[in-house]
């Protein structure tokens, strides 16, 4: 039996990182990574396979090689059982490894609706983080007349998306007034919501599926709660993500009401020694600092880098002190983006927020032909200015605007700050000076706070 000094239990986003960090910052440490597939895929990418990769898993595939690259080890096995006492991790396949430090990087698997009626009939999917699986949904696709999306987050809505694109029959049924609510703003959801519908999905919000009804035990039609019947040949949920803990709950780890491996601020768990980072983990809202349920690669990533540092003792005291849940998406090449808090989230939160938006071209002059309107929306305290949340749709400049509103809010920068920020721009790169939005919106917040103070 050979002993490691740490084993690594999953190989998505988090593990990776982790085990590239432990590499890279305490290099003659052996690490092990055992994976239940040999091949990976990128999360976010999934939705793409159905239609913008051509149907090819292949051209989304995501694997160990740059932890490999560093010296790490992986081995293409199951976890049937792990002995904390003896510090043996114990493989389906009857072998045993010991370790010094183990990492939790289970992942999460998609929510099951045995709630509703006929979910087990043939011809019903999930978006599975899962190469095998995808592969072979991706080639399946194609076959089916008519298909029933059923939820409308962000995996659900971009599978739609593709799959319209496609020419294929779609039609989304989500329960909320809108799609992408628990992310974005309800402006920001409606607009989301009107795009999706423009690329020819056939979306049904404020409905519920009552019953999935089949012939010969296939896929025949779905039944809504209102009685109205949409014929379907194939359904695929995607109603959200659940932690995969059945091996950490076995081993004795302390899990929160949500089902997720609690842990403290640098991935420890309750467990001496073993720890737990990504989506099996627990993260914390950054503004209520209570339990959340954002499950994205992008959090994942950034947990798995702070483990890494701190597996063998704190080196990096600062740390993640909440989850921002920083989203962004593009439908109908419309980008949208969000970071922090809304309106929604801060009632919930039971936090005060103002608000204040801006719209300008994202280059100057506006007549250039590849510009794009882009409005950001800026979401502060009351009281200090400080940055609580952002939102921003346009052009694909979306995607980096975001991650700046993510590092002010993360840094508490203040509105105040901000008319001060010293930017670079460019006619054929960047929005004009005089009119960047981030700042602009700013300045309106400024405007809206001195004038409560009078």
Excluded at 30 to 46: H, N, R, S
Excluded at 141 to 146: A, D, I, N, Q, T
Excluded at 411 to 437: M, R
Aim: contains cysteine; glycine residues 10%; charged residues 20%.
């Amino acid at each position: 039996m050979k002993k490691y000094d740490v084993v690594i239990i999953g190989g998505g986003p988090a593990a990776i990182v982790t085990g590239m960090t432990i590499k890279k910052f305490f290099n003659a440490k052996e690490v092990l990574m055992v994976k239940e597939e040999a091949d990976g895929l990128v999360p976010c990418g999934i939705p793409y396979v159905f239609h913008l990769l051509g149907g090819d898993a292949e051209k989304n595939k995501m694997g160990p090689k740059p932890f490999i690259d560093l010296g790490g080890e992986v081995l293409v096995d199951t976890v049937a059982k792990v002995d904390k006492k003896q510090k043996l991790v114990v493989l389906n396949t009857g072998g045993e490894i010991g370790y010094e430090k183990l990492v939790f990087a289970t992942g999460s698997f998609p929510q099951i609706p045995d709630f509703i009626p006929g979910y087990n009939l043939q011809n019903i999917f999930y978006i599975k983080k899962s190469y095998n699986y995808i592969k072979e949904l991706a080639l399946r696709v194609s076959g089916f007349k008519s298909i029933v999306i059923v939820g409308g987050g962000f995996i659900g809505a971009e599978v739609a998306e593709q799959l319209a694109t496609a020419q294929l029959n779609v039609t989304l049924v989500e329960s909320e007034p809108t799609c992408f609510s628990k992310a974005f703003s309800p402006e920001l959801s409606q607009i989301a919501t009107e795009e999706l519908k423009k690329t020819g999905v056939n979306v049904l919000t404020s409905t519920r599926v009552k019953e999935i009804i089949g012939v010969d035990n296939k896929v025949n039609s779905v039944l809504l709660a209102d009685g109205n019947k949409i014929a379907a040949d194939a359904v695929i949920f995607s109603i959200g993500y659940k932690a995969n803990t059945r091996l950490a709950q076995e081993t004795g780890l302390e899990l929160n009401r949500y089902g997720d491996i609690h842990v403290d601020s640098y991935g420890r768990t309750s467990v001496q020694d073993v720890s737990a980072v990504g989506d099996c983990a627990q993260t914390f809202g950054f503004l209520t600092g209570r339990s959340d349920l954002i499950k994205l690669a992008s959090t994942a990533t950034a947990e798995a880098r702070v483990l890494g540092h701190n597996i063998f003792g704190i080196r990096i005291k600062k740390c993640i002190t909440g989850t921002l849940g920083v989203f962004s998406t593009e439908i109908n090449k419309l980008a949208m983006a969000a970071s922090g808090a809304n309106e929604k989230s801060a009632i919930e939160a039971q936090a005060n927020v103002i608000s204040a938006k801006f719209s300008s071209p994202d280059r100057h002059p506006g007549t250039l032909s590849d510009t794009s309107n882009l409005t950001v929306k800026l979401y502060a305290s009351p009281v200090d200015g400080s940055i609580l949340g952002g939102e921003a749709w346009g052009g694909k400049s979306v995607g980096e605007i975001i991650n700046i509103i993510s590092m002010a809010i993360q840094k508490s920068i203040t509105v105040f700050e901000l008319v001060s920020y010293q930017i670079g721009t460019h006619p054929l790169l960047t929005a004009s000076p005089v009119n960047n939005p981030i700042i602009r919106a700013a300045e309106e917040l400024i405007y809206q706070i001195q004038n409560r103070e009078r």
